[in-house]
């Protein structure tokens, strides 16, 4: 390996475009778009998946929704060793998913690059977990880059394409939501015209058998010494001398927050957050009298730092829970208070199911029945709120099936008469058909209610095998769900309407009965994909029961005396006349 060429990967000479604002999420599918990319294959995850869907905005690149991101990693990796520079995005917990081959991918290396973007979630916007990717990095032997605007993400992109074809191993790239989902300006160039390289058959790199893994494994243990030994020389990690009373090593995120709460701080800005620049770090730490590291989530640096004899400070400072922020920084450093709420009374506004939400009439029966409920990832999750309360435990993607055999397991067969798994369809495709088998083999009793409303909703309705579009929304093959069922053993599948809440009822009472696996196909729609043109409820009579207020429809408004539907929520689902006992709820007039 030429360190020469490594070093200087980081300069681009591409000619600039007009600066534009961008997310940092834009501006990494810029980045490897100018790099040349050719397949960029992903599955959705907030905050990671405003990539995929703008790198989807360029012809020349080949871009796909997986069904899930082993899937992701693997279409990735097959395009990379057949010698096309790709990309995998996901989020944190995506990286579990996807851990399988990118960990062997680790061994047998790439013949076109091979970025692997994973974002992190701190403070758990939209995650089930805080979990810290950058342990990957260190458990994988994967070089890992963490950019801190978006100018760095594309630079960083480009930068990695090149670290993973000049050293023979994929690279991350990590992002965080603040870096993710935040604007800033960027310089554009154009696309490189980087060939897809010939395939070339190699049994001893690409087939990982024990006796070529143990070969292999000498090969990464010797490239990450190169790149620990070459970082110190990386001008994406940066040295820059101010005061000298403190010095602070940081990156992505933090630097900028850093950058505002101490702006006499020395700084070590790390662009390579692992293998660390241990060299480097060490010079910076001669120099300054105090030295603190800033970091969001786990203390990773900090502990590397210390193991090195390094003295320094962070976590003690600032606890491993959460984001930091410029307040918080100033606060742990300074002392300075943190801001205080404005001491105003305003009301709780938990998140809920939209108006017209088709999972809405199937949780109001699954409450009504007392079932117990083990859910699953997506929008559904909101039920588990007041007043539906019809969530027992979410664990993660395509768990809720295995958690209702686990279940019935542990306290028998009758305990799954008032149990069921409740997964959406890309939930299902994703992660749930595994599970689903596993119960029809080891014959469980349960029922499995799948929330079939054509999209992948909570992220903002991506198009998954089943909805019959592509990222493009080009025509693509419809996986049935029904007959995939019936595929996997299971001989009792049902197709309701969610709308029709005494079907939903009656069907949940029919198949929790069965002593055996049985499927529930609860199928309509998104209600934000196909607005209604049915008009607006009305209420005229309201005896102020508050049945209706037990379907938790943002349309529907508790005033002093009554009940009233809000016209310009409502989309005419038509459930809440459908629970109203004294009829009192009409279909009204739509406004011209």
Request: contains cysteine.
């Amino acid at each position: 390996m030429d360190e020469n060429k490594l070093i200087s990967a980081e300069q681009f000479g591409m000619p600039s475009r007009e600066p534009q604002l961008m997310l940092g999420n834009e501006a990494v599918a810029r980045g490897a778009w100018e790099a040349g990319v050719h397949v960029v294959s992903s599955y959705p995850g907030t905050p990671s998946t405003e990539i995929t869907e703008a790198a989807a905005k360029y012809e020349e690149v080949d871009v796909q929704w997986a069904p899930n991101e082993k899937v992701a990693a693997e279409v990735a990796f097959g395009a990379a060793m057949a010698g096309a520079r790709a990309m995998t995005c996901m989020k944190h917990v995506g990286v579990n998913v996807a851990a399988d081959p990118i960990f062997t991918a680790a061994y047998t290396g790439v013949n076109g690059g091979l970025v692997i973007c994973c974002a992190d979630d701190p403070a758990m916007h939209s995650s089930q977990n805080e979990q810290d990717s950058r342990y990957y990095a260190r458990a994988a032997h994967i070089p890992m880059l963490e950019p801190a605007d978006s100018q760095e993400c594309l630079e960083y992109t480009k930068l990695a394409f090149e670290l993973s074809e000049e050293l023979d191993t994929p690279v991350f790239l990590r992002l965080t939501t603040r870096i993710s989902h935040a604007r800033s300006i960027v310089k554009q160039g154009k696309r490189e015209s980087i060939p897809v390289k010939a395939y070339r058959k190699d049994m001893m790199k690409y087939v990982m058998m024990p006796a070529m893994a143990r070969k292999r494994h000498v090969h990464v243990e010797k490239r990450e010494s190169f790149l620990s030994e070459a970082a110190n020389q990386m001008p994406i990690n940066e040295i820059t001398m101010r005061d000298q009373e403190i010095g602070v090593i940081t990156s992505g995120a933090c630097y900028q927050y850093v950058r505002d709460a101490l702006p006499n701080a020395s700084t070590l800005k790390l662009g390579m957050v692992y293998p660390m620049p241990m060299k480097l770090i060490k010079q910076f730490a001669d120099q300054v009298k105090r030295l603190i590291v800033f970091e969001e989530l786990e203390g990773l640096l900090e502990k590397d730092i210390r193991a090195a004899g390094i003295a320094c400070e962070g976590k003690n400072l600032t606890g491993l829970q959460g984001e930091l922020s410029v307040e918080s920084i100033k606060h742990a450093l300074l002392g300075t208070p943190m801001p205080v709420a404005s001491g105003v009374d305003l009301p709780a506004r938990p998140p809920v199911l939209c108006p017209g939400c088709p999972h809405r009439g199937v949780f109001y029966a699954v409450s009504k029945l007392g079932l117990r409920v083990m859910g699953d990832i997506g929008c559904y999750t909101l039920a588990a709120l007041p007043p539906l309360s019809a969530m027992d435990a979410c664990l993660c993607m395509g768990a809720s099936i295995g958690m209702a055999s686990g279940a019935e397991r542990a306290q028998g067969k009758a305990f799954s008469k008032g149990t069921i798994a409740v997964l959406g369809d890309s939930t299902f495709l994703h992660s749930g058909i595994a599970p689903l088998i596993d119960a029809v083999y080891n014959r469980q009793s349960i029922t499995v209610l799948i929330l079939d409303n054509r999209i992948t909703g909570m992220t903002g309705h991506q198009q998954n095998p089943a909805s019959g579009l592509d990222i493009r929304n080009q025509p693509a093959p419809a996986v049935d769900i029904q007959k995939l069922c019936e595929s996997c053993g299971v001989t009792h599948v049902s197709i309701v309407d969610p709308f029709d809440l005494k079907a939903v009822e009656k069907v949940l009472k029919e198949e929790t009965e069965r002593d055996e696996v049985s499927v529930v196909i609860a199928r309509r729609a998104c209600a934000l994909l196909e607005r209604s043109t049915i008009p607006p409820y009305v209420i005229d009579g309201c005896r102020n029961c508050g049945m209706c207020l037990k379907l938790a429809c943002p349309a529907i408004e508790r005033r002093e005396k009554q009940v009233v539907i809000n016209a310009a929520l409502c989309i005419g689902c038509g459930m809440c006349a459908q629970v109203c006992p004294f009829k009192a709820i009409k279909e009204g007039v739509r406004a011209v």
